[in-house]
């Protein structure tokens, strides 16, 4: 069964530093997603990332996929309080139609 | 234009009653999902139905049971709701790409916080 973690589970960060959140799988996948969640909001797309060594750059964040290490990671640069939200990964599995959620990373940016 | 809308956002209740929870797509994706986040926020898959016929039916108690009228809705019915129930509810729609099959990216709706008293 396919299994997806993340760690760290919860990051509090001071403005302005770098870190990277981590999102490991278990079996072969074909494409791996980043999603962000606001407090009591919804899920909000950010990027998919589609074939091993795949990289996506949006503003402060910037996506990337090693699919032998079975790893993608979640880099923040500078960070600012307005990216202080849940960052998950999922992955999918041609014809199996199912998306498999990451634990989730709590961020918290302090100013 | 809402995406993916659901109703109602906010949903209260005694244990033992029956509730449902609606969702309709704009989008015109094929595949519709509902998804249970804890409070810890873990998601999980429930069901999922592609152009109104079920392909995922995870192991949830047969108290929940979803429908697809057509392929831009989606229903989940909860009978004899229990504490263990109170969660957000979200529903989430996709487009299944090409003959293998490949899901894209998800949309998700606003989702639908249930609280079971």
């Known amino acids: 069964e396919l299994k997806v973690e993340q760690n760290p589970l919860f990051l509090s960060m001071q403005e302005g530093k770098n870190y990277t959140i981590y999102c490991n799988y278990s079996?072969?996948?074909?494409?791996l997603y980043w999603y962000r969640q606001d407090p009591g909001k919804s899920l909000e797309s950010l990027f998919v990332?589609?074939?091993?060594?795949a990289v996506k750059q949006e503003g402060r964040l910037m996506a990337s996929l090693d699919t032998k290490a079975r790893l993608s990671t979640l880099h923040i640069t500078a960070a600012v309080h307005d990216l202080s939200a849940t960052y998950f990964c999922?992955?999918?599995?041609?014809?199996?139609?199912?998306?498999?959620f990451g634990t989730g990373t709590r961020l918290k940016v302090l100013a | 234009d809402t995406a993916v809308s659901q109703t109602p956002k906010y949903l209260v209740t005694q244990m033992g009653n029956d509730k449902s929870i609606k969702c309709e797509q704009n989008?015109?994706?094929?595949?519709m999902y509902w998804y249970k986040q804890d409070s810890k926020k873990f998601l999980k898959i429930m069901f999922s139905?592609?152009?109104?016929?079920?392909?995922i039916n995870e192991t949830v108690p047969n108290r929940f049971s979803p429908k697809s009228p057509d392929k831009a809705h989606l229903n989940l019915h909860i009978n004899s709701l229990e504490l263990g129930d109170s969660a957000v509810y979200f529903c989430?729609?996709?487009?299944?790409?090409?003959?293998?099959?490949?899901?894209?990216?998800?949309?998700f709706g606003p989702g639908t916080r249930l609280t079971v008293l």
């Open positions: 990332l589609l074939s091993n060594g």
């Open positions: 139905y592609n152009n109104k016929e079920l392909i």
């Open positions: 999922a992955v999918t599995t041609s014809g199996t139609y199912k998306y498999i």
């Open positions: 989430a729609s996709s487009q299944i790409q090409g003959l293998a099959g490949f899901t894209d990216t998800q949309y």
């Open positions: 989008l015109g994706h094929d595949t």
């Open positions: 079996t072969t996948s074909d494409r």
